[in-house]
Nanobody, 125 residues
Framework: QVQLVESGGGTVQAGGSLRLSCVVSGATSRYSMAWFRQAVGKEREGVASIWPGSDIQLYDNSVRGRFTISQDIAKNTLYLQMNDLKPEDSAMYYC???????????????????WGKGTQVTVSS
């Protein structure tokens, strides 16, 4: 059974940084992995994804150049380094995994099969 547990959220001022972690159990290194976020009253949106077992990444235009997705396979952990945070980045952030090669489809949350419970990020202006 695949389990995902996010941590690292919090409240920061605009311009600050946070690093989110997602500890993964029950999945192999060949799983597609991604980060999504959902603000209050908005739909869940894809933030970044990573090609299984590689360093090839995709980013939404709103975070490209500020966020970095990475993985430590030995620690079974997915990360999202977030720099230069903006108030519009405030949301619940979710880690997602899927055994299929769907990492390019990070904008479609409906097709991802495994989810964590999320960690809240709040950016004050």
């Amino acid at each position: 059974q695949v389990q995902l547990v996010e941590s690292g959220g919090g409240t920061v001022q605009a311009g600050g940084s946070l690093r989110l972690s997602c500890v993964v159990s029950g999945a192999t290194s060949r799983y597609s992995m991604a980060w999504f976020r959902q603000a209050v009253g908005k739909e869940r949106e894809g933030v970044a994804s990573i090609w299984p077992g590689s360093d090839i990444q995709l980013y939404d235009n709103s975070v490209r150049g500020r966020f970095t997705i990475s993985q430590d396979i030995a620690k079974n952990t997915l990360y999202l380094q977030m720099n230069d945070l903006k108030p519009e980045d405030s949301a619940m952030y979710y880690c997602a995994a899927d055994p299929g090669s769907i990492w390019t489809q990070y904008k479609n949350p409906r097709i991802w099969s495994h989810w964590g419970k999320g960690t809240q990020v709040t950016v004050s202006s």
